[in-house]
């Protein structure tokens, strides 16, 4: 997502603590019950399942004015422009998976020393999905125009379909500029946004989980941070920050049109869809990108689809619209590209 489309929505979404609820969250001891479109905002983010860090890692805000304004907004209130029956069919998914035992929640990434050196590293967090044993892993950044992470539009969404079918999943909340006492650079928020992605496969790696064939998904600001990160446009390659290049990256309304193959990064294959109304990126010049990678990365390696006026930018999986399905091709290219 970028600016313009966002600047309302992140209005809404940008707070950093919901006051408490009277909320039961459970419908046995230990057993956390299915949440409804009837409950609320501020139900959401005070889960327990969040230790502590829902309305950041959920909904990515600042501002305990507006939190306070719509915490009391229903589910189907608050994301009637999306989908919010996707939206709470991908909450009532993470609490089965935290029921079962099959989530780790990251409150931050950094150490303290590290935190203590450059506050801004206090912000990264994180949710894995523990899926099968024999099946990759993969990563999750959700878009927001480097100003906000909408995980609750377009991260938990797309984690739940990647665990339901056996893959592991790690939803990513990176620094962006609201995190930042004064408005840094984009470029130096993207690079940034890139060694946050670095260190969470890093910590994911010493928790045991396999980094073979790894792909990440990421939507419009998202699409461009896992872009740049894979090919190296701003803090080098995987290789040399000792972490293995992934199979894959699907950039989903988020093709960067400025994107170079870094040499070393050629063998990354590119999966991207875009909508033809879609506000922020031009489907002309999308195809215009992908045609260009392909003579480059070769056509097997590229994967440009171009979905109807109805696949808007900020739909996500698109379920209901032309763009439903695309996680499917996703998953197949990247079956495909697995070494």
Known sequence: M????????????????????DTDYEDAPGHYRPLTLEDTVGTVI??????????????NGQNPGVLRSISGWTIEKFYARFDPITTLESLNHLIDCVNAGEITVYPT????????RDATKAYPKAVFYQG??????????????????????????????????????????????????????????????????????????????QLENYTMFGSS?????????????????????????????????GLDSSLEIRPGTETIGLFTIVGKQDEYFDYVEVERKATELKGILGEE???????????????????????????????????????
């Open 301 to 339: 390696n590229v994967s440009f689809t171009l979905y109807g006026e109805d696949y808007l930018h900020g739909l996500g999986l698109g379920r209901g619209t032309s763009g439903e399905g695309w996680m499917d091709d996703a998953i197949a290219f990247w079956e495909a590209h697995m070494r």
């Open 2 to 21: 970028k600016k313009g489309f966002v600047l309302l929505f992140l209005l809404l979404l940008v707070f950093t603590a919901a006051s408490a609820e």
């Open 46 to 59: 005070n889960h327990p399942l969040w230790q502590g860090i829902g309305a950041d890692m959920y909904v």
């Open 109 to 116: 990434l950094y150490t303290e020393d590290e935190i203590a």
């Open 221 to 253: 600001a998202g699409g461009r941070l896992i872009s740049d990160f894979a090919y190296a446009q701003v803090i080098g390659t995987p290789q040399e920050l000792g972490l293995p290049a992934p199979a894959t990256v699907n950039a989903i309304y």
């Open 132 to 209: 099968e044993a024999s099946k990759p892993l993969a990563v999750v950044c959700a878009g927001g125009a480097f100003n906000s992470v909408v995980s609750n539009v377009e991260g938990f969404p797309y984690a739940m379909e990647l665990h339901r079918r056996g893959y592991s999943a790690l939803v990513l909340r990176y620094r962006v500029s609201i995190d930042y006492a004064q408005e840094p650079a984009r470029d130096d928020i993207i690079r940034d946004a890139a060694h946050d992605l670095a260190r969470a496969l890093t910590l994911l790696r010493e928790m045991g989980v």
